[in-house]
């Protein structure tokens, strides 16, 4: 018997049978498709392009009508899974249409475009096609007004000019740049101070006097307006006093070249100053010769040493090396005819004035790369020292090799740049030593061995900055146990202190004394203090 076929039972074809099971899935993906389209474009102005299935979104249907419609067309063909998805992305699509999102982004999205200012585009200016263009020079054109090419000029060998060009070599005649050569009053000036250096004695026999006269005697040195004077044009690198013991003369070296003469003994300050032109560079060195105090010595940055001569008018050249530079020099005997150089570049020249020409002796390379002063003993003539740019070297004359001279002591206490160091005046049994770490240094050079104690540091600004010459700390020549510093301390000063580190006297100008007196000396047996300042002053402090 056959069995009865029911539409659950009944058989189907198997190709009909598969042609259902890919038309379901083809409704299912389809169903799906356009729902999670609805939750994808909620917003159909955010929409840049339109399709069949955006219009259809677009009708005026809610969300929820839209998936009901759609879930209830297709729910007979859907598994539980996938009717269990729709229902959570029903809700889903519910909750989000109730925060109204696409709403809100739709108004900030005009609030943006309102408060974007509109693009403003730069006219390019329109070309003209029969205008002249921009009209530039003929003479840059190098043609004439008719238009025609002008001829090139000849070529010119190119000339460096040099700012500080040397004098030529040779004498030059002391002829002063302020007052008229020719006068009598000029004439007299050479005329007094020749006469006045053969006739001035010298006091060999020097003793210390006791401190306490001392300070007195520094007590009664007073400055006012008629001991201060404009002596040179720049600032002053170098001072120095004449020996005499009747008449009062200072010189001054400058940083332009010059040096000045002052007599102080004339009525009128004026009518008593003297410049002269010797050098083209800084004057950093200046003595007044100990054999004849009618010579004064001035050495210069510009490679020359020259001896001005009051008896005869001129300045003789002693030493010049024009591929140098020159930064000190002192005498290697009383008779003034040895002299000893020193070199910015490191180098020691030995000069003998005897000899004819303006070369040297001999040439040493030293130890040091460069040298600021150098200085030679006052009774072992043989000895000298120098100070470079952080060393301090002690050489003996006897052993020095014109390749490279090793010295017999080196000081290096001292940490940043040294601007001097002297032996005492009178025993050579100290060395002051000016460093710009603000000490000042006193050694203990009595017995030249292998090396010299340090005694006393004393606490000093020495910061003098750009614009001010370095202070250089100097001996009393009559009080070899004092030494004599410029000070940047208010009011302004200059001061005196003790081997022992005491401050002895300080020297208070008021109004005559408002500026720092950087370079400073006093005379050898008078009670004279003369201070140049870098703007070409000289002050000086007398009984």
């Known amino acids: 018997m056959a069995a009865a076929v029911t539409p659950e039972t009944s058989v189907i074809p198997n190709s009909e049978q598969q042609q259902r099971q890919r038309t379901r899935g083809k409704t299912t993906t389809t169903t799906a498709t356009k729902i999670l389209l609805l939750l994808e474009v909620p917003d159909t102005a955010a929409r840049q392009t339109e399709t069949p299935l955006t219009a259809e979104l677009e ?28 229902k959570n992305i029903s809700e889903n699509a519910n909750f989000f249409a109730s925060l109204q999102l696409s709403e809100s982004a739709a108004r900030l999205r005009e609030m943006i475009k309102k408060r974007q200012p509109p693009e403003s585009k730069r006219k390019k200016p329109k070309k003209k096609e029969n205008g002249t263009g921009c009209r530039r020079s003929m003479r840059l054109l190098k043609v004439d007004p008719s238009g025609v090419s002008l001829p090139a000029p000849p070529a010119q060998p190119t000339v460096i000019a040099d700012e500080n060009p040397l004098l ?33 004695i010298k006091n060999t026999e020097k003793e210390l006097v006791n401190i306490k006269s001392y300070k007195a005697n520094l007590s009664g040195m007073v400055i006012n307006g008629d001991t201060v004077h404009k002596v040179t044009r720049g600032a002053i690198f170098s001072v120095a006093l004449h020996p005499s013991e009747i008449r009062t003369l200072v010189a001054a070296g400058a940083k332009s070249g010059q040096v000045g ?15 002269f032109q010797p050098h083209t560079q800084p004057v950093s060195c200046l003595y007044f010769s100990p054999a004849n105090p009618a010579h004064i010595l001035s050495l210069s940055y510009d490679g020359t040493l020259r001896c001005g001569d009051f008896s005869r008018a001129v300045f003789e050249e002693v030493y010049r090396d024009e591929r140098s530079s020159f930064s000190s020099f002192d005498f290697m005997g009383e008779d003034a005819s040895n002299l000893i150089v020193g070199h910015w570049n490191g180098n020691i020249s030995l000069v003998d004035r005897r000899t004819p020409g303006t070369s040297y002796e001999k040439l040493i390379n030293s130890s040091s790369s460069k040298i600021r002063t150098v200085h030679v003993h006052p009774v072992h003539r043989q000895y000298f020292i120098t100070a470079g740019l952080r060393d301090i070297h002690i050489y003996d004359t006897r052993y020095l090799n014109p390749r490279k001279s090793q010295p017999l002591i080196s000081l290096t206490e001292h940490t940043k740049s040294i601007a001097s160091a002297y032996f005492s005046p009178l025993t050579g049994n100290r060395v002051v030593t000016t460093c710009a770490d603000c000490k000042l240094r006193i050694f203990d050079s009595s017995c030249i061995s292998s090396e010299i104690p340090l005694l006393t540091t004393i606490r000093h600004n020495t ?67 003369a201070g140049g300042n870098s703007s070409g002053k000289v002050h000086v402090f007398m009984n």
Not at 181 to 196: H, I, N
Not at 267 to 272: I, P, R, V, W, Y
Not at 509 to 528: F, Q
Request: glycine share 6%; proline share 6%; charged share 25%.
């Open 59 to 86: 009708k005026p249907e809610t969300w929820d009508q839209r998936i009901l419609g759609l879930w209830a067309d297709e729910f007979s063909g859907l598994s539980p899974y996938e009717r269990k998805r729709l």
């Open 168 to 200: 030529p070599p040779g004498p030059l005649e002391m002829t002063p740049e302020n007052q008229d050569d020719d006068s009598e009053l000029f004439k007299r000036f050479l005329q007094t101070w020749a006469e006045v250096s053969k006739t001035s």
């Open 261 to 275: 003469l002052w007599d102080l003994t004339h009525q009128s300050k004026e009518d008593g100053v003297y410049v």
């Open 463 to 529: 910061i003098t900055g750009r614009w001010l010459t370095r202070f250089q700390a100097v001996w009393d020549p009559k009080q070899e146990d004092c030494v004599i510093v410029g000070s940047m301390a208010h009011p302004r000063r200059v001061e005196i202190f003790h081997e022992s580190g005491q401050q002895v006297h300080s020297f208070f100008g008021g109004e005559s004394l408002v500026s720092v007196c950087s370079i400073n000396t006093m005379h050898p047996t008078r009670y004279i203090l």
